[in-house]
């Protein structure tokens, strides 16, 4: 795929803040560094998720 200019066209998708330390977290869970339980581990993938849940509930309450 070329745009115009004969550019080639990328696309990207790296990992961001959340994943790399999701993946920080299952390592060092893996190797015995920490023994938090799977909950924390992971949380940095539903953290965020149910701050923007809060978020977008707040948002619709204020719009009405």
Avoid: K, Y
Wanted: hydrophobic letters at 60%.
């Amino acid at each position: 795929m070329n745009n115009q200019n004969n550019a080639p066209v990328t696309v990207g998708s790296g990992l961001d803040f959340f994943g790399a330390l999701t993946i920080a977290f299952i390592v060092l869970r893996l190797c015995h560094v920490i023994t938090w339980s799977w909950l924390w581990v992971l949380s940095p993938i539903w953290i965020p998720l149910l701050v923007f849940s809060a978020l977008c509930l707040i948002a619709s309450h204020f719009s009405e």
